[in-house]
């Protein structure tokens, strides 16, 4: 295939810290009491959704509301907050998100059939149209969101979460019943975070920072936390607004597969493990999941570093973007200093497929100077997410700065699932590297899917994880516990045999070893990880780190590196070190720092 031309952002052209600008659209309202509406007409390229709600407060809503706009970066189209009728102490706060239905997709959402359900959502609901069908609803609007409130009125709040292929985040409140429910996808792609006190207020939020300065009568401050993926909980909602929560229920395991399953468009896949047929099905359910996330009214791109998760993400969208007839190129986007390999690898992608490609060309000082607001986007202070998010979060505002590319594809949740983090070369057993894998992906929003959220999230972007598909996920989980395992030296090695006669990518890339992520986003001279290193060596003194264990008895800091990260996050977050239960570390060996880097299997391959 032709190679496209190449984009260039460089230093010395114009910095890679673009600023953020104020919302452009400000949609309407319908329907509801509402206190604050604000509307300007659709203006702006870019979006992503932020919701949020409050039940029981006994302060000014107008003052909480404030709160509401720390997440306004997450739907730069519009705002609304609208009181619940008949619950002067309730409301809920959305910013939109304009991916589908343009016309009728603020929220809540509330339809005539139904007008004692509200809705807030954040989330895509891939199935909406399969349900849609398969149940005779009828829609009153364009918007995938909808299908939750008619699941609901048909079979209740277990059903409606299972039969959701997608991911979301939402807030259901049904007058009629006095419920509110709370729900989240099964990996967490879409984050929420609420605070419930003893005496019944609730504050729900798509990111802990819309929580963090609620006013509230009490002594102390009440206490946000992350909600759980793959679980809903049922409130009540009292007379007096405050809330009681009823149970906390876990609806889906990535083991588990899917009901809605039965309802969806794959074909009837062949049994058994002879691995043709595996590698077939891999490549249908693969192929299946991007396809069912191109809906969209805008734009779509694509990350890609140049390794086999974002390049085979990037070549398969590609193909079917054209075989949708979708008449604008594929937008990739690579970042990386001088020299980076992950440059040149994305270079040959791009080439290979005929995308329209961008590199964004950045220094170690501009990484460094990010560091701040990267961790007050993350909300986490864990080593390895916040060195890798820089990156993403530098590209990310390029992409909204240069660009009109909105949707965002990319590789993320591969290495969980197919074992392709260097470290499992050292597993024990077959056994072991899948409990770890399925750990691994319990645990992917308090890392990778939170680093790719927030980043992308803090620029008014979405992003969409292919690989983090139900079907195919619990498809690949069921597979043989031998069959997964990294073989000849090489991790992930079934995902990329799976794929060796397809043509999408060069071999070369297919085949390329994993990179460290510092190793392969910077210059072969000198990695992101030693210019961390070097910097934070002045800024935190050895006799702060020898006292680390007793400014911060929780997960103490063991570096510098950590050390800075966790002053940082304090700052902004006092008091919450326990959204992390732990930091990410490689499993099986005696690592003192979480890099691929320090392990002797990347150096081997390094060297060679």
Request: proline content about 5%; aromatic content about 12%.
């Amino acid at each position: 295939m032709k190679s496209s031309p190449v984009f260039q952002q460089r230093r010395e052209e114009e910095p890679v810290t673009s600023r953020s600008g104020p919302a452009a659209d400000r949609s309407g309202s319908r329907g509801g009491s509402p206190f604050l509406v604000a509307e300007i007409h659709p203006l702006s390229d870019y979006t992503m959704c932020g919701i949020w709600a409050l039940f029981g407060s006994d302060e000014c809503l107008s003052v909480q509301c404030l709160s509401a706009m720390k997440i306004a970066h997450r739907g730069p189209d519009a705002f609304r907050f609208e009181n619940v009728n008949g619950f002067t102490n309730c409301c809920f706060g959305f910013h939109r998100l304009a991916i589908v239905d343009q016309l009728y997709g603020m929220q809540p959402i509330r339809v005539k059939k139904f007008p004692y359900l509200w809705l807030c959502y954040n989330g895509e609901i891939y199935n909406f149209r399969e349900l849609k069908k398969q149940f005779g609803f009828e829609f009153q609007t364009l918007v995938d969101g909808e299908v939750i409130l008619h699941l609901y009125s048909r079979g209740g709040i277990e059903e409606t979460a299972s039969m959701l292929d997608g991911v979301f985040a939402f807030i259901l409140l049904d007058t009629a019943n006095r419920k509110v429910f709370l729900g989240r996808d099964t990996y967490g792609v879409r984050p929420l975070f609420k605070v419930l006190t003893e005496d019944g207020f609730l504050g729900v939020c798509s990111e802990a920072k819309g929580l963090m300065n609620l006013k509230h009568s009490m002594s102390s401050c009440p206490k946000v936390e992350p909600f759980l993926p793959g679980h809903y909980e049922v409130l009540d909602l009292k007379p007096s607004g405050k809330i009681a929560s009823v149970e906390v229920v876990k609806f889906h395991s990535c083991k588990d597969e899917p009901l809605h399953a039965a309802y969806d468009t794959v074909e009837n896949l062949p049994s058994g493990f002879e691995l043709e047929t595996v590698k077939s099905n891999i490549r249908i359910l693969f192929e299946n999941a991007v396809r069912k996330r191109l809906m969209s009214h805008r734009r779509i791109g694509s990350l890609l570093s140049g390794g086999l998760d974002s390049s085979l993400v990037a070549a398969m969208l590609l193909k079917l973007m054209k075989e949708s007839n979708i008449t604008y190129p594929l937008q990739t986007f690579a970042i990386g200093m001088e020299d980076s390999p992950d440059l040149l690898a994305a270079r040959k992608v791009a080439a290979h497929i005929g995308s329209e490609h961008h590199e964004v060309i950045f220094n170690s000082e501009e990484g460094i100077q990010a560091l701040q607001e990267v961790i007050f986007s993350l909300e986490t202070y864990d080593i390895t997410t916040v060195r890798a998010s820089v990156g993403m979060y530098l590209v990310s505002k390029y992409i909204r700065k240069k660009t009109d590319s909105v949707v965002l594809f990319s590789g993320e949740g591969s290495d969980e699932l197919a074992q392709g983090y260097i470290y499992f070369h050292k597993a024990p057993s077959p056994e072991e590297s899948a409990e770890e894998s399925e750990r691994l992906l319990r645990e992917l929003y308090l890392f990778d899917v939170l680093r790719a959220d927030r980043t992308t999230a803090a620029h008014g972007l979405e992003l969409r994880v292919p690989f983090l598909d139900h079907r195919f996920t619990f498809y690949y989980l069921s597979l043989p516990a031998e069959l997964r395992i990294p073989k000849n030296g090489i991790e992930k090695y079934l995902l990329r045999e799976s794929f060796q006669d397809s043509n999408l990518l060069p071999k070369e890339i297919l085949w390329r070893p994993k990179e460290a992520f510092s190793d392969g986003l910077t210059s072969v001279k000198k990695s992101w990880f030693s210019i961390l290193q070097d910097y934070i060596d002045q800024q935190v003194d050895d006799l702060l780190l020898e006292k680390a264990a007793e400014k911060f008895p929780f997960n103490p800091p063991k570096t510098k590196e950590g050390y800075y990260y966790r002053q940082i996050f304090e700052k902004h977050y006092p008091g919450q070190s326990d959204w992390l239960p732990h930091y990410w570390m490689p499993r099986w060996i005696k690592a003192t720092d979480p890099s691929a880097r320090t392990l002797k299997h990347y150096k081997s391959t390094a060297q060679e």
